[in-house]
């Protein structure tokens, strides 16, 4: 559960000169780099052209559209009402589940952590929870809340909250003594260690949190969307589906991965500006 | 015999070129045991891989003289030790599979290879280890492990990269007796790179000082002291003194001159 | 001196282990009695979820809908794993095809699986082979994505050991490569075991004939709330031995690896 999506970006630097670089004639040294920059973009350009000209050939089954249907579909989609609302509903579940589900985890996380015969005594119903994905309890809130917004962002909470909890408790009970003493020899008070010591150590923890309980949540408001037909780009999706729109459903599963994508990165570009100063991330930049 | 002639490499980072070694020539007899000492920083890592034909060289050539064969890859007349036994040791197998593991291809027979695994940790002294995983051994028993996986390979030439380096005083002097003996019971060719200049005395029949980078030979002394030799007896002679003072002489001056 | 520590540090960790157990019992005890005379249609008793439980599972549903929900899940599962630790041994290999793939591959891992679901149905209809691929195709990445991850993170002092003693190319696969990325990978088939266990439920919601969720749905539909409630307990049960099962295999496999972090 703690292990985190490595971010994406470069390969590392070879550690030092000693490294063995393969050897190239000068003429190709200069075009090297530039060819190097580009060839992710080059690649998913050719993946994509390559989609086209398969489709335009009529190699494609009839349920998968070219890529220019597809983005034409986005293009005509994207400034309708229809769409807009949608995106806005799902925007402010996954918005609303993710802020009660992280304010939770952290509040529950930092008293588990803080206090040792509390997390004695539930971590055995907590063990269990946690491995029950929000998902499952859907029919029971389809049954107390009906098909409305309320359970995608109630569940939503569910999802955020596991990550979020797990990793301020690994947080908060990770500080090591060390730094706890000499914080207290140093004669530091109670919010001063709060400020000095307990939020520094913890902060990368929460930050990882963050990011896992965002791309859970996005998981389950989409499939309670598309399940429970509550309002929101999920439930567009499986209209399209059901009626073989299929650009505009392509084009809305894009939507999503968009999102996902900003849950991912955005985040964790986010996360790197803030904590620049915390010795991880610096390692990481050197 | 091992000849190294007019060996060179540079590396290329950020678009500047980094020359480590820049022509190193010398010979390796066979049965010698060659100890190489230079300043920290020169290239004598990188001349270990280039001999080993774990990297290739940027110009000039290693050659095994009696065949006449150009290392361009590891060659299976050479077993390499390297310098970090908890890094070049595979943690996830017990001490006889990481000795039986490269030894696959060169005895093929699973009895023989059990075999040969047992002789070898019986030379390095750790008979009844090959059950142990190498965390649970002091460092010193690693890197005799290392060594046991080196022999076991039955190579011409053995290769030592600053072997002894990560271990406490006491246990560098016990594993570089064992490499004396192991070296004499085999009738190894040795070559080993130190950075400690007692160690190179005290171990080689020559010993190859070099310059810091761009690394080039600065001068080969003939070690001229008796064999056997002995931690208490050797070290004690007014000639090795000599000898040490000597290298140590010019590895100031190279490093004084590399300063300039 | 030493027998006298050892029963009381025992006797000691035996107490705490009961003080772990007072909360869970407790609110099954509360569950078991404060529901007892229930009446409410959403929250019927224990007993009756456990009755139902007990008419449901074991057996007569086991073999029609268990075992297929099951068998799909780890079916796709399963070939998500050879498939991504394949791909991600040659993509940690060959650094310039990873880099040419990475966005595709970043995109894909972030897309939110659940999406896919009407995709599949689309493309391959209701049945089981929609369900099996669906999963194998959204957990390969996490699995591959951690693959490359260890395998470009090998010590190149161990790299160096195995060329000079010219293991083959497969023999550094398989004896070099592959146990020193074990962490990695397994934490990725970890997450992956945890995406293909939503994947199970989700799918068999949304459209199935059979299986858990499918019996589930159905109870909730039909106001069978006790039912409901058991197909429910069901599958938070079988999530935790997912993971309870798949903790078990990963410390037996990385147990050289926690020890040898602790020497």
């Keep these: 559960m703690s292990t985190q999506p490595t971010p994406t970006g470069l390969a590392p630097a070879p550690a030092g000169f000693d490294a063995p670089t393969p050897a190239a004639a000068p003429a190709r040294r200069a075009s090297r780099p530039w060819l190097l920059r580009g060839l992710p973009w080059l690649t998913t350009l050719g993946i994509l052209v390559l989609w086209e000209l398969i489709a335009r050939a009529g190699w494609l089954p009839p349920e998968v559209p070219s890529i220019s249907a597809i983005g034409a579909a986005l293009v005509e989609l994207a400034p309708t009402a229809g769409f807009v609302h949608a995106l806005m509903a799902t925007l402010e579940q996954v918005a609303v589940g993710l802020a009660g589900g992280v304010v939770a985890g952290l509040v529950l996380g930092v008293a588990l952590g803080a206090v040792p015969l509390l997390y004695r005594l539930v971590h055995y119903p907590l063990d269990f929870l946690r491995f029950v994905p929000a998902v499952v309890f859907l029919p029971l809130m389809l049954l107390l809340l009906g098909a409305t917004p309320r359970v995608s962002t109630l569940l939503g909470m569910v999802g955020a909250l596991w990550p979020m909890l797990f990793q301020t408790f690994y947080g908060v009970s990770g500080i090591n003594d060390v730094l706890r003493d000499s914080a207290r020899v140093f004669g530091l008070r109670a919010h001063q260690r709060l400020g000095h010591v307990v939020l520094p150590a913890v902060a990368p923890f929460v930050a990882t949190g963050v990011r896992l309980a965002a791309s859970h949540v996005l998981v389950v408001v989409v499939a309670v969307e598309i399940i429970a037909s509550v309002r929101g780009i999920g439930a567009d999706i499986a209209v399209y589906a059901s009626n073989a729109v299929y650009p505009s459903m392509y084009a809305l599963v894009f939507v999503v991965g968009v999102l996902g994508v900003l849950a991912n990165v955005g985040l964790l570009a986010i996360e790197r500006r803030v904590l620049r100063w915390h010795i991880s991330y610096r390692e990481e930049a050197r | ?260 | 001196m030493t027998s006298m520590v050892r029963p009381r540090r025992a006797r000691r960790r035996f107490a705490v282990w009961l003080v772990s157990l007072v909360v869970p019992v407790a609110a099954l005890l509360t569950w078991w009695f404060a529901s007892l005379g229930s009446t409410s249609p959403f929250w019927p008793s224990l007993r009756s979820i456990l009755v139902s439980f007990q008419q449901l599972w074991l057996f007569s549903r086991f073999a029609s809908d268990v075992l297929p929900s099951v068998g799909r899940m780890l079916l796709g599962y399963c070939m998500a794993v050879v498939l991504g630790v394949a791909l991600g041994v040659l993509f940690g290999r060959l650094p310039l095809l990873h880099r040419a793939f990475d966005p595709a591959l970043q995109f894909c891992r972030a897309l939110p699986a659940t999406a896919l679901v009407p995709v599949s149905i689309v493309l391959l209809g209701i049945g089981d082979l929609p369900k099996i691929v669906l999963t194998a195709f959204v957990t390969v990445f996490p699995v591959l994505l951690n693959t490359i991850d260890g395998v470009r993170a090998v010590d190149r002092e161990l790299e160096d050991a195995a060329r000079s003693y010219r293991l083959t190319r497969a023999q550094r696969v398989l004896h070099v490569q592959l146990p020193a990325a074990a962490p990695n990978i397994l934490a990725g088939m970890r997450i992956a075991l945890t995406v293909a266990f939503v994947m199970m439920v989700v799918t068999e919601l949304v459209a199935a004939t059979n299986g858990i969720g499918f019996v589930t749905l159905q109870a909730q539909q039909s106001f069978e709330v006790s039912q409901m409630w058991a197909g429910m307990l069901l599958l938070g049960i079988l999530g935790v031995l997912f993971n309870g099962a798949f903790v078990l295999v990963e410390r037996r496999l990385l147990r050289w690896y926690t020890k040898d972090r602790e020497s």
């Design chain 2, 1 to 260: 015999m091992l000849t190294v002639e007019h060996l060179r490499k540079s590396y290329r980072s950020a678009g500047s070129e980094l020359e480590v070694l820049r022509d190193i020539s010398f010979t390796v007899n066979a049965g010698e045991f060659v100890t190489i000492v230079g300043p920290s920083g020169a290239g004598k890592t990188t001349l270990l891989r280039c001999l080993s034909g774990l990297l290739p060289s940027s110009g000039g050539k290693v050659v095994l003289t009696e065949t006449g064969k150009v290392i361009q890859s590891p060659p299976p007349e050479v077993a390499c030790v390297f310098q970090d036994y908890s890094r070049s040791l595979m943690p996830w197998s017990k001490v006889g599979r990481n000795v039986a593991i490269p030894l696959k291809n060169k005895i093929r027979d699973r009895a023989a290879r059990r075999a040969a695994v047992r002789k070898a940790l019986e030379e390095v002294g750790l008979d009844g280890f090959d059950d142990s995983y190498p965390w649970q051994l002091s460092g010193g028993m690693q890197q005799r492990v290392a060594i046991a996986r080196a022999i076991a390979y039955r190579p011409e030439f053995l290769i030592m990269d600053e072997p002894f380096a990560s271990v406490d005083a006491q246990t560098r002097a016990d594993l570089e007796d064992l490499v004396l003996r192991v070296r004499h019971d085999a009738g190894l060719t040795i070559v080993l790179v130190t950075h400690d200049i007692d160690e190179a005395v005290y171990l080689g029949d020559r010993v190859i000082v070099m310059s810091g980078r761009p690394t080039t030979v600065l001068r080969t002394l003939d070690v001229d002291l008796p064999r056997p030799r002995s931690q208490v007896t050797t070290k004690a002679l007014p000639r090795f003194t000599e000898l040490r003072t000597e290298v140590l002489t010019l590895i100031s001056g190279a490093k004084t001159g590399a300063a300039r």
